[in-house]
């Protein structure tokens, strides 16, 4: 399964600002068409990733995990910034715990994703709260 981090930069001016997507591979597809993806926009950028709120967002097509460039229908563009496996812990209703391991490619600075384990918990409907773990990651991998 795959991750990727997309900087998605919305047209002036836009009811939602300009934000980051965190897209999480759910399950496996066989067209880069079918909505695969988990998508939570997060307000502030991944740098900061010990405690963030998050918006769920609708499934997202798995041709999200490796393209940057102009979104169709004046939505804007998205920038690939980071992408890898995700090692996935455990899924439930309200809560998914997840391993990010990155690809080799440089990491942005400070984005100390690499190897540890987060937490999504849902806060109500379409709100959550991304959590980097405390302790050891599990060093598996994805």
Known sequence: MRFSVLRHTLPTPSIRGSHW??????ADYLSEDE???YCFELHFPPDQWSVLAASQLPNHRAVYLHYSGPISH????????????????????????????????????????NGQRFQLSR????????????????GQGG
């Open 123 to 138: 806060q109500d409907k379409e709100e959550w709260s991304l959590y980097l773990c405390k302790g050891q990651p599990s």
């Open 21 to 26: 997507d965190l897209l999480l591979q759910f």
């Open 74 to 113: 004046g939505r804007g563009s998205v920038e690939l910034v980071l992408g890898g496996n995700i090692h996935w812990l455990s899924k439930c209703e309200n809560c998914y715990e997840f391993e990010l391991i990155p690809d080799s490619h440089p990491i942005p600075l400070n984005w100390n994703a």
């Open 35 to 37: 909505r695969s993806l």
